[in-house]
């Protein structure tokens, strides 16, 4: 197992739901990122936080908010979603973020299935 | 177009064989990994390899890494059905602080 857990596993929500996907990771990182994985598409960076403050927002619309209140834990805040949201959205944690000198692996949850109806 | 792209985008072989998939990049980065995805899962780190490095072995895993050519590849050598996955490289660009993934090759391992 990799130390990083993610809920829910699978989520089904309207264009106008509110709903949030929890990450956290067991591993003693500094580092915790949110991808999404779309069918057909290389993995898309979304979020990084580094020490609890967020560092890469790789042009995100706003209907995603991450939180990030400690090292331990990252959330995905979801809110007038679209379908073409739908998607595997990966948490991962490192113990260093990437682009320093000490980067190093990163370790992926399992992933939230997204689906927007 | 991508940082990195992973060739062939599927491939198919008998247990036992050797498979190679190979990851071409655009620019200069500060280290390269490889990264396994069972179908709907996480993905699992593979393997680690710095730019001053040009190959390194775990256990069944061979990867090389190319840095004038921008090209690095992935053996897996007596190849198990339970190998059957999808096989991401992801570049770190220097001066980026992000992963770049590629698209990856979806690998079967028939037995």
């Known amino acids: 197992e990799t130390g990083v857990t993610q809920t829910p596993r699978h989520l089904v929500m309207g264009m106008t739901n509110k709903k949030s996907l929890k990450c956290e990771q067991h591993?003693?990182?500094?580092?915790m990122y949110w991808y999404k994985q779309s069918a057909k598409k290389p993995l898309e960076l979304m979020f990084v936080y580094s020490l609890e403050e967020r560092v890469e927002n790789n042009s995100v619309p706003s209907r995603f908010s991450p939180e990030c209140p400690n090292s331990s834990h990252l959330f995905l805040h979801l809110h007038t979603l679209q379908p073409e949201d739908s998607a595997l959205y990966l948490c991962?944690?490192?113990?260093?973020?990437?682009?320093?000198?000490?980067?190093?692996?990163?370790?992926f949850g399992p992933g939230t299935r997204l689906t927007v109806l | 177009s991508q940082q990195g792209e992973e060739d062939p985008q599927a491939l198919s072989i008998q247990e036992g064989e050797n498979a190679t998939m190979n990851c071409s990049y655009k620019?200069?980065?500060?280290?390269l990994q490889w990264y396994r995805q069972n179908s709907g899962r996480g993905l699992v780190h593979l393997i680690l390899?710095?730019?001053?490095?040009r190959e390194k072995h775990s256990g069944r895993l061979r990867v090389t890494l190319d840095t004038s050519k921008k090209s690095s590849s992935l053996l897996i050598t007596a190849s198990r059905a339970a190998d059957t996955a999808s096989y991401f490289c992801?570049?770190?660009?220097?001066?980026?602080?992000?992963?770049?993934f590629g698209q990856g090759t979806r690998l079967t391992i028939n037995p």
């Open positions: 992801a570049t770190e660009p220097q001066g980026a602080q992000k992963l770049v």
């Open positions: 991962a944690s490192s113990q260093e973020p990437s682009g320093s000198a000490w980067a190093d692996t990163q370790y």
């Open positions: 591993l003693g990182h500094n580092a």
């Open positions: 390899i710095r730019s001053n490095e």
């Open positions: 620019t200069s980065i500060n280290n």
